[in-house]
């Protein structure tokens, strides 16, 4: 007689921060931790950061690392097929805090394998640049300065989706000191009103529960747990008035 033996679950869904897309996510205030990126074109990026960290920092805007962290903007060289990206971590306060400063800069041409925003770029970026300073925990705060209209919105955040997957099994992901993940589109994009962030908040919700169950091996996303979460899913749109 073979008897099959579930393996212990290390499925980490329930450790992973959440996403959240809105018009005015709360800024990183004086001796808050974690990260600000701003995302888009040089032209664009470096034409609104002085708006964004006004907007979503307190940082000074006379600081002397955001003239430096401009200075890494304007000098990072942007190659067509994976752009380019800098950071610097500055003190926030009373220097018992500190702020990760992060640009990512999209390439302006593109294929025709590639959308006009380049996602590619920003789930190749994020995955690397969107982290926590060491020892510490925080928020991440992602600005995007390229989307054009709402297509872009949400191409943008379904790359965004896919760099914080809902389903890991390493033991050191880079994620864990990241208490929440807020997006938004910069003021000037024309994708920005409410009906087209909910969109995009439902599509990045859906990229990250399908990568969850491509991504989870069958000893854990077993035919029991499929038909428990096709249940919960019904069970949600039940409780939202769906029939």
Partial sequence: KLVFRQQQSHNKENMVSPITFSAKPAKLGRASKGVLAVVGTRERVLASLDAVVAAYTDLQAGDANLSVFRSLLESAEVPANKGAQASMVVPNGDGSAFLKLVGVLTPTKNSR?????????????ARDLFKVPSGQQGRVL???????????ALCLGSALARAFPLYSRKKDS??????AVDATFWAESAGADEATLKRVQVTADGVRRAAAMVDAPCNELHTSEFVARARAVVDGLVAEGVQ
């Fill in 174 to 179: 880079g994620t864990d000191a990241i208490t």
């Fill in 142 to 152: 992602a600005v995007f300065a390229n989307a054009k209209d709402s297509s872009d």
């Fill in 113 to 125: 394998h590639n959308a006009p925003s380049r996602p590619d770029v920003v789930t190749r970026h």
